[in-house]
């Protein structure tokens, strides 16, 4: 990918599985259009997209629509993810993984492990969240 070439995917829809499922089609979509992008960073960044995304729809009630813009830039890659559900109160600081037997509440933990940047921001217009992985050099 030269260096000045940012690919960009954009996809909008009901909060519901099917949007998950298209997001991740978009992205494998995005992964063809930039083949340089290691695998790590697409599977990583890929896995905290999909966590943050289907944790929007878990959590959102009935009508609440999702916007998520994506994009490779030759350094990094980035997601806009937004909501219209009433803002919620994430703390980001304190997400930790749970106990091994537990069902669900790793998404969170996870995502901040495999991003360089995580960020929620809620306002009365919805909830945005915001992510970022630096792209690592390739292994020799």
Same mark, same amino acid.
């Given at each position: =990918?030269?260096?000045d070439?940012?690919?960009?995917?954009?996809? +909008?829809?009901?909060?519901?599985?099917?949007?998950?499922?298209?997001?991740?089609?978009?992205?494998?979509?995005?992964? !063809?259009?930039?083949?340089?992008?290691?695998?790590?960073?697409?599977?990583?960044?890929?896995?905290?997209?999909?966590?943050?995304a289907?944790?929007?729809?878990?959590?959102?009630?009935?009508?609440?629509?999702i916007?998520?813009l994506?994009?490779?830039?030759?350094?990094?890659?980035?997601?806009?993810?937004? +909501?219209? !559900? &009433?803002?919620?109160?994430? +703390?980001?600081?304190?997400? &930790? =993984?749970?106990?091994?037997? !537990?069902?669900?509440?790793?998404?969170?933990?996870?995502?901040?492990?495999?991003?360089?940047?995580?960020?929620?921001?809620?306002?009365?217009?919805?909830?945005a969240?915001? =992510?970022?992985?630096?792209?690592?050099p390739?292994?020799?």
């Amino acid at each position: =990918m030269p260096t000045d070439e940012i690919r960009t995917i954009r996809i +909008d829809g009901a909060a519901d599985l099917a949007f998950v499922d298209g997001l991740l089609d978009e992205l494998d979509r995005l992964w !063809a259009a930039v083949p340089r992008v290691p695998e790590e960073d697409r599977l990583l960044f890929g896995l905290a997209v999909s966590e943050i995304a289907t944790n929007i729809v878990e959590h959102s009630p009935p009508g609440t629509r999702i916007d998520a813009l994506v994009s490779a830039a030759p350094s990094a890659l980035s997601a806009e993810l937004r +909501d219209t !559900a &009433a803002p919620a109160h994430i +703390d980001l600081a304190g997400a &930790a =993984m749970p106990d091994a037997d !537990a069902e669900s509440g790793r998404g969170l933990a996870l995502s901040r492990t495999v991003l360089d940047e995580l960020e929620h921001t809620g306002s009365d217009a919805g909830n945005a969240w915001r =992510m970022v992985r630096i792209i690592r050099p390739a292994s020799a």
